[in-house]
C-alpha cells in the first residue's frame, strides 16, 4: 500500500543545533517533494519544493534533501531558534498536476 | 497581496445537520483545492478546481459532501448531512499553475468544525 511516514515523535532540540526531520515513502513515484510549516490554528505555509532530479535544496538555513532510491526526503534547520518551533509537513506531488499527498507531521520544539 | 480567505473560522453543529465553508483564493490563482485535517494527521485533499472546473475529487465523500467553483474565483464546500467523523479542519488554498505542474500552494486559515 501507498504510504508517507514523518517522524511520529515529537523532536525536541536546543537551540544552535540542527533539526532533522524525516520522511519516508512507498509506493509512490513522485516527481516533486514539498515541505510545509504548520503553526497551531493557522494553514500551511510552503518552505521548499525539490524535485526528483535534485538532490538537494538550501534556502537560509534550510536545507531539503531527496533520494528517491532510499525514497526519502530530510529536512534540516541549521542554528535552530525557539521561533522555529512547529509542526513540519512534508508532502508528495504524486501527478505532476498538484495533487499533495501529506505525511502526518513533526512537531519541532526548540528549547532556548 | 491578500492572502487565501476562508469562513466561518468555527463552526459548531449537531449531527445530520448540514453546513457550508466559503473560500476566497488569493486573485489569479487558476487552482483551487480543499483539505480536511484531522487531529494529529496532515491535510488531506477533497477536491482541486482548475478555474472552474474539478481535477481531482477521488477522495470526496460525494454521498454527502459537494463543493462548487463558480465563475473560476470564490468555492464552496457543503457537507450535508454531517456525521461525527467530520469533525476537522477544512483548509481551502490556492496556486498560481494553470497548466499543471506542482507548485506552492497558499492555505487559508482553515474553519474549525466540531459535530456533535
Known amino acids: 500500500s501507498q504510504k508517507i511516514e514523518q517522524n511520529s515523535e515529537a523532536l525536541n532540540i536546543q537551540e544552535g543545533k540542527t533539526a532533522t526531520l524525516t520522511c519516508n515513502y512507498t509506493?509512490?513515484?513522485?516527481?516533486?517533494l514539498q515541505w510545509y510549516r504548520q503553526d497551531p490554528g493557522r494553514g500551511p505555509v510552503f518552505l521548499l519544493l525539490?524535485?526528483?532530479?535534485?538532490k538537494e535544496k538550501r534556502k537560509e538555513r534550510l536545507k531539503v534533501t531527496f533520494d528517491t532510491t532510499l525514497k526519502q526526503s530530510l529536512f534540516h534547520i541549521t542554528a535552530s531558534q525557539p521561533a522555529d518551533s512547529a509542526t513540519y509537513l512534508c508532502?508528495?506531488?504524486?501527478?505532476?498536476?498538484?495533487?499533495?499527498?501529506f505525511g502526518q507531521g513533526t512537531e519541532l520544539s526548540v528549547k532556548p | 497581496e491578500a492572502g487565501v480567505a476562508q469562513s466561518p473560522r468555527y463552526k459548531i453543529i449537531e449531527k445530520r445537520q448540514s453546513v457550508a465553508f466559503w473560500c476566497n483564493p488569493i486573485s489569479g490563482h487558476a487552482t483551487l483545492y480543499w483539505y480536511q485535517q484531522i487531529l494529529g494527521q496532515g491535510p488531506k485533499l477533497l477536491i482541486q478546481?482548475?478555474?472552474?472546473?474539478?481535477?481531482?475529487d477521488s477522495q470526496l465523500p460525494k454521498d454527502r459532501f459537494s463543493a462548487e467553483r463558480l465563475k473560476g474565483v470564490d468555492s464552496t464546500l457543503k457537507i450535508q448531512p454531517a456525521k461525527l467523523e467530520d469533525s476537522a479542519v477544512y483548509l481551502c488554498?490556492?496556486?498560481?499553475?494553470?497548466?499543471?505542474?506542482?507548485?506552492?500552494?497558499?492555505f487559508g486559515p482553515g474553519t474549525r468544525l466540531t459535530v456533535l
Open positions: 478546481f482548475q478555474n472552474n472546473g474539478v481535477v481531482d
Open positions: 509506493n509512490y513515484s513522485p516527481a516533486y
Open positions: 525539490i524535485r526528483e532530479n535534485e
Open positions: 488554498a490556492s496556486s498560481l499553475e494553470r497548466t499543471g505542474g506542482s507548485g506552492e500552494q497558499f
Open positions: 508532502a508528495l506531488d504524486v501527478n505532476q498536476g498538484g495533487k499533495l499527498i
